[in-house]
């Protein structure tokens, strides 16, 4: 349900200070050094507006270095998006993040494909299917490449059934699937396919089950841990300048559609995309890793067709996480977020002083 904007709504709302992917002028004191990691976003930003604050976070991470912005498409019919141009859609909401940050970098931004894979030996082709092999398969940088998915896995499992040596060449880390047996349980009235696998169980199921790609899960008992208050959200997003007002209110709308059938309002709202730059951008100085988080390492399962786990007891190992910092994530985004309007507001100074 996140708002697509017009390419007018999208100029008008561009902000006033510019910058370049790689630069971080609203840090008075510099980055500590290089980026550290290679990353690729890859969401649906046409649905749940939590992948807006992901994008945003991300781009304001100076350890990442983002290589791309994949576009990728809703299950049809998602109440979200109906629409069958999801991936155009999400392109132009990312694109719409960008001008309100100023960020001219847009080349970064690729579609994805529009509809799930129709079978599990077929991919789905897209400019960024294309991408997606072109920088995995690099050989002039040596930092790590991290394919970072809050959505389906549509366009990874096409790169990867065009191009297999993309397995060796990333890690996957996923916010999707169900609960874990022994690990914990499934909530009220779950869906019967958890939401984002829901978006292309076949891609999920190539990725899981045929492909060798490196897999990092952030399932849904995990990423509904990533609640903020209403509180939080009004006193330190929406009153953080222009963007803060704009990540507040898609997630105000949603919250008041649910309202109306859900029995009344919730204080309450599931970031459950930021662990993505949580697991990414803030690991640890020492021996790189997300130390803050915990998971449990098991062999990584296929699933079938009903979404459930079946047990492949010699696979590669996955990384299933259990527990996510919030208080590293979140505290780190408001800062973040309240350090780059109190830059941006000094273009608006300069121009009232003007």
Same mark, same amino acid.
């Given at each position: 349900?996140?708002?697509?904007?017009?390419?007018?709504?999208?100029?008008?709302?561009?902000?006033?200070?510019?910058?370049?992917?790689?630069?971080?002028?609203?840090?008075?004191?510099?980055?500590?050094?290089?980026?550290?990691?290679?990353?690729?976003?890859?969401?649906?930003?046409?649905?749940?507006?939590?992948? *807006?604050?992901?994008? !945003?976070?991300?781009?304001?991470?100076?350890?990442? #270095?983002? =290589?791309?912005? &994949?576009?990728?498409?809703? $299950?049809?019919?998602?109440?979200?998006?109906?629409?069958?141009?999801?991936?155009?859609?999400?392109?132009?909401?990312?694109?719409?993040?960008?001008?309100?940050?100023?960020?001219?970098?847009?080349?970064?931004?690729?579609?994805?494909?529009?509809?799930?894979?129709?079978?599990?030996?077929?991919?789905?082709?897209?400019?960024?299917?294309?991408?997606?092999?072109?920088?995995?398969?690099?050989?002039?940088?040596?930092?790590?490449?991290?394919?970072?998915?809050?959505?389906?896995?549509?366009?990874?499992?096409?790169?990867?059934?065009?191009?297999?040596?993309?397995?060796?060449?990333?890690?996957?880390?996923?916010?999707?699937?169900?609960?874990?047996?022994?690990?914990?349980?499934?909530?009220?009235?779950?869906?019967?396919?958890?939401?984002? *696998?829901?978006?292309? !169980?076949?891609?999920?199921?190539?990725?899981?089950? #045929?492909? =060798?790609?490196? &897999?990092?899960?952030?399932? $849904?008992?995990?990423?509904?841990?990533?609640?903020?208050?209403?509180?939080?959200?009004?006193?330190?997003?929406?009153?953080?300048?222009?963007?803060?007002?704009?990540?507040?209110?898609?997630?105000?709308?949603?919250?008041?559609?649910?309202?109306?059938?859900?029995?009344?309002?919730?204080?309450?709202?599931?970031?459950?995309?930021?662990?993505?730059?949580?697991?990414?951008?803030?690991?640890?100085?020492?021996?790189?890793?997300?130390?803050?988080?915990?998971?449990?390492?098991?062999?990584?399962?296929?699933?079938?067709?009903?979404?459930?786990?079946?047990?492949?007891?010699?696979?590669?190992?996955?990384?299933?996480?259990?527990?996510?910092?919030?208080?590293?994530?979140?505290?780190?985004?408001?800062?973040?977020?309240?350090?780059?309007?109190?830059?941006?507001?000094?273009?608006?100074?300069?121009?009232?002083?003007?």
């Amino acid at each position: 349900m996140t708002t697509v904007p017009t390419p007018a709504d999208t100029e008008a709302a561009r902000a006033g200070r510019t910058w370049q992917l790689g630069e971080t002028p609203w840090q008075d004191l510099p980055p500590l050094g290089a980026p550290r990691a290679r990353v690729i976003i890859d969401n649906d930003f046409s649905g749940d507006p939590d992948d *807006l604050y992901q994008l !945003v976070h991300h781009l304001l991470s100076p350890s990442v #270095d983002i =290589r791309l912005v &994949v576009a990728s498409h809703l $299950r049809p019919g998602d109440p979200f998006d109906p629409s069958d141009s999801q991936a155009g859609h999400a392109a132009a909401v990312a694109r719409d993040v960008f001008a309100r940050m100023g960020l001219q970098s847009v080349g970064v931004i690729v579609e994805g494909a529009n509809s799930p894979l129709a079978d599990a030996a077929t991919p789905r082709p897209a400019p960024a299917v294309d991408a997606i092999i072109a920088e995995a398969l690099r050989d002039d940088v040596e930092t790590p490449l991290f394919y970072l998915a809050g959505g389906g896995l549509t366009d990874l499992a096409s790169a990867w059934l065009q191009e297999p040596r993309v397995a060796e060449r990333l890690t996957l880390v996923w916010i999707g699937g169900a609960e874990h047996e022994g690990l914990a349980v499934p909530p009220p009235n779950a869906m019967p396919i958890e939401y984002n *696998l829901l978006i292309d !169980v076949t891609a999920a199921q190539v990725v899981f089950g #045929d492909s =060798r790609i490196p &897999v990092w899960q952030v399932p $849904r008992d995990v990423y509904r841990q990533c609640l903020v208050s209403d509180a939080e959200l009004r006193l330190r997003v929406a009153a953080t300048g222009p963007l803060g007002r704009h990540l507040y209110d898609e997630v105000a709308q949603v919250m008041r559609m649910v309202s109306t059938f859900s029995g009344g309002a919730a204080e309450t709202y599931a970031l459950g995309d930021s662990p993505l730059v949580l697991l990414s951008a803030l690991q640890s100085v020492f021996e790189p890793d997300p130390t803050s988080s915990r998971y449990v390492a098991r062999p990584t399962p296929a699933i079938g067709d009903d979404g459930a786990y079946i047990e492949v007891p010699d696979a590669r190992p996955i990384r299933v996480y259990t527990w996510v910092d919030t208080r590293l994530m979140f505290e780190d985004f408001y800062l973040k977020l309240a350090e780059f309007d109190s830059w941006q507001a000094g273009a608006d100074a300069a121009e009232v002083t003007a």
